[in-house]
């Protein structure tokens, strides 16, 4: 049963430092797409960042230089490290699993982040 299981995450004060981590089971597949989303209720989903098997890792715009996507292959588990955190990147951080970037089909149950001022 293809699982997405997400740990990490929590509060920090502006600054600081947080890592999440989604650990992928039951897909068996060469190659996907992993990719971290955000979403703050009442507003859409933001992309964060994405990795291929390719080799392409992309971030948004409000990420850039602060975020770092990783994954290990041996253990299935997708990394975000997140430093410089500001108040703005306060959400829930959903990982998604996709055949393409431009197509996920599975989703990790949330990992809220609070960062205060």
């Known amino acids: 049963q293809l699982r997405l299981v997400q740990s990490g995450g929590g509060s920090v004060q502006a600054g600081g430092s947080l890592r999440l981590s989604c650990q992928a089971s039951?897909?068996?597949?060469?190659?996907?797409?992993m990719a971290w989303f955000r979403q703050v209720p009442g507003k859409e989903s933001e992309f964060v960042s994405s990795f291929d098997t390719d080799g392409t890792t992309i971030y948004g715009d409000s990420v850039k230089g602060r975020f770092t996507v990783s994954i290990d292959n041996a253990e299935n588990t997708l990394y975000l490290q997140m430093n410089s955190l500001k108040p703005e990147d306060s959400a829930m951080y959903y990982c998604q699993l996709g055949f393409s970037c431009d197509y996920y089909f599975e989703r990790g149950q949330g990992t809220q982040v609070s960062v205060s001022s």
């Open positions: 039951g897909y068996t597949a060469s190659r996907y797409c």
